[in-house]
């Protein structure tokens, strides 16, 4: 199905209610979460939305997504007609199948792709990378880190989602390649937090049940 | 021919601008004193006007936002007036010259005396985001040395400026390395306010309008000026105290004040000046009570 | 006392008042309106709108009027102007062979098929300054009525005979064009993006740079091998209707110069083209368009490649007026505190020079 049959088979909810202000006060909280990893920044997004992306993941597509964009959905959401319905009314994002060619990937904690399999941009244009926007909104647990790095003033405590089993190796990797590398930006129920790659972590304490 | 009238969106830039602006953003502050190129669009401003500030500011900018704007360090400057009624005009936020009040602070070649908080943003006018431009003028090139981390070219400056005068004779747009890694200019801030940006707790946005390029210093950041172990980097220092609030390790203008080689010199932070002539005046009264 | 100086939001609005009386001039004579300007000024026009890359003859008029015949500011006011524009999507591309042009001159052949037509042309008029009247506007129909005759592009005849280069390579995908405006500029360009950089470009800038190449600084052996003005359609396609629906008509001018090529190791002889397409009538921009795309393609064809018109970012990043007018005025604004840090310098670099001299006085006595 094309994507514009997709669009007028269904009738979306209503996106923000003042698109311009709502969208600005929650880009100022994913622009606070950059500037302070490990910090939690609290976003209210549209009420009446499709459950699958919920409010807050909804806030965060239609205030970055829109015809430039090309993302990567995991497989149960890129395949929720009244969520993807929503998501194309609303922003006009362009829908991705590979990995390589997203510029952002939204995906759970048991859907994430390994950090290796994104584009991390190249020395000369290191922008040129993959934003993972990770579903936190359904934990089966979670790792107490401490991280450092720009934007944490020392060290910073917080709990990191459990998602793959290799996900901090792949991280410290990660944050090697730098200029280049993955920036991950979590979003639960009412709040956003963001890892970017210039983040070292540390796992303070084994598995935690959330 | 009938004359349709002319209406503008809210903070003037349309949102899918906005969007791709912020996006820019997120990455700047994700690869800290990387120059990220974006398609820098017209704003009703000359370019090198500060056109790059004047789209950050206007995609950051909401209701909750104060907003501060200095040129010079002054908040009275014919452009530092003209840029903020140009937002009040177009978003109506509130404005203010106090630093500690402002959320987002525009400015052109200054960063204020006042020490900066958790949460603020500057916004910093570029007219030219490449340290390297004087240097080596094509971006072919100078691209090339960030993405080698090889920066020599400038070294060799300083040291022949060392060969030369005995010292670096850098006086603004001093360069710094940021994180460790890349080479940045300040915007043409004085080595005076070079200090400020190191491990700073408030965010650092700077735009280049014309030569379409976005970078950050993240919060909390390791940000050293150049220098030589045998000649390490030195900011000014002034000698004398403001004239006017009597306030010393500030930056100072000179004012010309007779055609006899006569001159003053006060605080070049017109907010920082006003507040400490203010307290200055009060303590004066407290004594003669 | 010193007291600092206030008072800049009222000096700023006094020195508005002046300048919107210095616009209005003497109040006997009237306003001039911007349907005016558009209608008797179209060449003028043609250029606000070409560097403003905005197709509307009454903005641009109106941008003429508010800026008192401020060509670059005017151009500024514009582009401002179109960046709150909402895209609803892109064109199909123009055809300019077709429409009957209005004016289509070829340099290269004395008779070509359709023929030449002079069309609205300065060039072979008197430059004696003269008043006009009503009397010079009546069109005399003497020579064969052109409207209706097929006016094949001189290029497309000479490319069927493969004397001149193709206009794209073959196999070809037909990428979809760059846009300056969306994306941000990186060397190596496409050719597609110089295009638009140029379209853009000053016109004085261009025509400076397309001399320089006649006079040896590239030379690139133009020969003006079509120019043509005239109105092209304009189409959108519409996915949701799935086929191009016309929006309406756009005054065009395109130059096409075909340049001598001697052939290189893999390529044989044969002529290559410099392509100029812009808004309106604006035949000079046109041609120091297509005299400078050419020069830029010296690359492609291994030429030597030395001079200023054929070097990609030093073209590119100079042409555009609103950036260069800009940051040459922003010279104006204050720059109190990098001069005190300067003057500051130039002290202590005077007092060490004082020193070191007095001290080698010391050593030759």
């Known amino acids: 199905m094309s994507d514009a049959v997709f669009q007028a088979a269904t009738i979306p909810q209503p996106g923000f209610s003042d698109p311009s202000s709502d969208s600005q006060a929650v880009f100022r909280a994913i622009l606070n979460a950059f500037s302070y990893p490990g910090r939690k920044f609290s976003i209210t997004g549209p009420q009446d939305v499709p459950a699958a992306l919920g409010s807050a993941l909804a806030a965060v597509e239609l205030t970055l997504f829109d015809i430039d964009t090309a993302v990567w959905h ?22 991705c199948t590979e990995l390589a060619d ?7 904690v048991d859907s994430m ?94 598995k935690r049940e959330a | 021919m009938n004359s349709a009238k002319i209406e503008y969106n809210i903070g003037y830039i349309d949102e899918q601008t906005k969007r791709m602006i912020r ?94 908080q958790e949460g603020q943003i500057m916004v910093y006018q570029v007219p030219l985001p490449e340290p390297l431009r004087f240097l080596e003028p094509r971006e072919t090139e100078t691209r090339q040395l960030h993405a080698l981390n090889e920066y020599g070219l400038m070294y060799v400056k300083l040291y022949e400026d060392i060969a030369k005068y005995g010292h670096i004779a850098k006086t603004y747009d001093y360069p710094v390395i940021v994180n460790g890694r890349y080479l940045m200019a300040p915007s043409p801030t004085p080595s005076f306010d070079n200090p400020k940006l190191h491990q700073s707790p408030a965010l650092h946005l700077y735009g280049a309008g014309r030569e379409k390029r976005i970078y950050a210093i993240p919060p909390y ?50 907010d920082y ?8 005046s009060k303590e004066g009264e407290g004594v003669s009570e | 006392m010193y007291v600092a100086v206030k008072g800049g939001e009222k000096a700023i609005a006094n020195a508005h008042a002046l300048l919107a009386k210095e616009g209005r001039g003497n109040p006997a004579v009237p306003r001039v309106e911007a349907d005016a300007i558009a209608s008797q000024l179209p060449v003028l026009t043609s250029r606000v709108m070409n560097e403003g890359s905005l197709y509307d003859r009454e903005l641009a008029g109106r941008a003429i009027i508010q800026c ?129 950089g140029l379209a853009r470009g000053d016109e004085g800038f261009l025509l400076a740079l397309g001399y320089s190449t006649q006079r040896g600084f590239g ?16 189409e959108f396609d519409a996915p949701e209707l799935g086929f191009a629906v016309p929006l309406g008509r756009i005054e065009v001018t395109e130059c096409q110069m075909v340049n001598q090529f001697m052939g290189s190791h893999d390529k044989p002889a044969q002529f290559t083209r410099g392509y100029g397409l812009v808004f309106g009538r604006a035949e000079r921009k046109a041609m120091s368009m297509s005299l400078v795309d050419r020069a830029l393609r010296a690359d492609e064809f291994d030429e030597q490649s030395d001079a200023p018109a054929q070097d990609e970012e030093f073209v590119l990043s100079h042409a555009d007026c609103v950036q260069a007018a800009g940051f040459v005025e922003h010279l104006k604004l204050p720059h109190y505190v990098d001069f005190q840090a300067e003057l500051h310098l130039v002290r202590k670099l005077q007092q060490e020079f004082g020193e070191q001299h007095a001290d080698e006085q010391e050593v030759d006595q």
């Open chain 1, 74 to 95: 995991h497989p149960v959401l890129a395949q929720d007609e009244s969520a993807m319905g929503y998501l194309l009314f609303h922003t006009g994002l362009k829908r």
């Open chain 1, 102 to 108: 997203a510029d952002f990937v939204v995906a759970t």
């Open chain 1, 113 to 206: 792709p390994a950090l290796n399999e994104l584009r991390t941009g190249s020395d000369l244009s290191p922008q040129e990378s993959t934003t993972l926007v990770l579903d936190a909104r359904e934990m089966t647990g979670a790792h107490n880190c401490r991280a450092t790095g720009p934007g944490i003033n020392g060290e910073i405590e917080f709990l990191m989602p459990e998602t793959y089993a290799e996900f901090f190796e792949d991280w410290a990797a990660n944050h090697q390649l730098f200029p280049r590398g993955v920036d991950l930006l979590i979003v639960d129920e009412h709040s956003v937090m963001a890892l970017p790659r210039t983040t070292s972590l540390a796992i303070q304490e084994h």
């Open chain 2, 23 to 116: 996006r820019v953003m997120l990455k700047a502050v994700a690869i800290p004193g990387f120059q990220v190129p974006f398609a820098s669009r017209e704003v009703p401003l000359p370019r090198g006007w500060g056109t790059g500030g004047v789209q950050l500011t206007a995609s950051l900018i909401g209701k909750s936002d104060v907003l501060k704007v200095i040129d010079q360090g002054s908040d009275d400057t014919t452009n530092a007036v003209s840029i903020r009624k140009f937002f009040h005009r177009v978003s109506s936020v509130e404005t203010t010259t106090d630093t500690t009040q402002a959320t987002l602070i525009q400015t052109r070649h200054r960063i204020p005396e006042t020490p900066l």
């Open chain 2, 221 to 270: 950041t390791d940000v050293e000026s150049l220098g030589f172990e045998d000649y390490p980097f030195e900011p000014q220092a002034f000698e004398e105290p403001c004239a006017i609030c009597g306030s010393t390790g500030v930056y100072l203008d000179q004012i010309i004040t007779d055609d006899k080689g006569g001159a003053l010199y006060v605080c070049s932070d017109s």
């Open chain 2, 273 to 280: 000046c006003a507040n400490k002539f203010a307290q200055l």
């Open chain 3, 68 to 196: 008192q015949g401020d060509v670059v500011e005017a151009i500024t006011l514009v582009r401002a102007y179109r960046t709150t524009l909402p895209r609803f999507g892109y064109s199909e591309p123009i055809d300019t062979s077709a429409l009957p042009p209005q004016r289509r001159i070829s340099a290269t052949f004395k008779d070509v098929p359709g023929g030449q037509q002079l069309g609205a042309t300065f060039d072979y008029t008197h430059r004696l300054l003269t008043e006009p009247t009503e009397a010079d506007i009546s069109i005399e129909n003497g020579g064969a009525d052109t409207a209706h005759v097929d006016q094949p592009r001189i290029t497309d005849i000479l490319g069927s005979a493969a004397l001149l280069e193709p206009d794209h390579e073959e196999p070809w995908s037909d990428p979809e064009p760059a846009d300056i405006t969306r994306e941000p500029a990186e060397y190596p360009m496409s050719r597609a993006a110089r295009l638009q």
């Open chain 3, 219 to 234: 030379n690139t052996h133009p020969f003006a091998g079509e120019i043509r003005v005239g109105e092209v359609m304009v």
